[in-house]
C-alpha cells in the first residue's frame, strides 16, 4: 500500500495495511495533525449528514479510530 502523509507530503511505499500511524507517515506527524484539530485549524464545514455515509461507508469508523 502507498501513503501519501496529509501532513508533510512524504510518500512511502509498501506500506502494511496494519501502519500505526496510517495514512500519516509518523507519528509525529499524526500528532501535528491532531494538534491542528485542537488550535480549531481544520473545522468540519457542517454537520455529517446521512448521505456522507452512503458516498464514504467507512467514514464515521474513520473519524472514531484517529481520536
Request: proline content about 9%; aromatic content about 8%; charged content about 35%.
Amino acid at each position: 500500500m502507498r501513503i501519501v502523509c496529509p501532513t508533510c507530503q512524504k510518500i512511502l511505499e509498501d506500506v502494511a495495511s496494519d501502519f500505526g500511524p496510517r495514512p500519516f507517515c509518523s507519528m509525529r506527524c499524526k500528532q501535528i495533525d491532531l494538534g491542528n484539530w485542537f488550535d480549531e485549524r481544520y473545522v468540519i464545514s457542517r454537520p455529517i449528514e446521512p448521505e456522507d455515509l452512503e458516498e464514504d461507508p467507512g467514514l464515521l469508523e474513520r473519524l472514531y479510530k484517529e481520536n
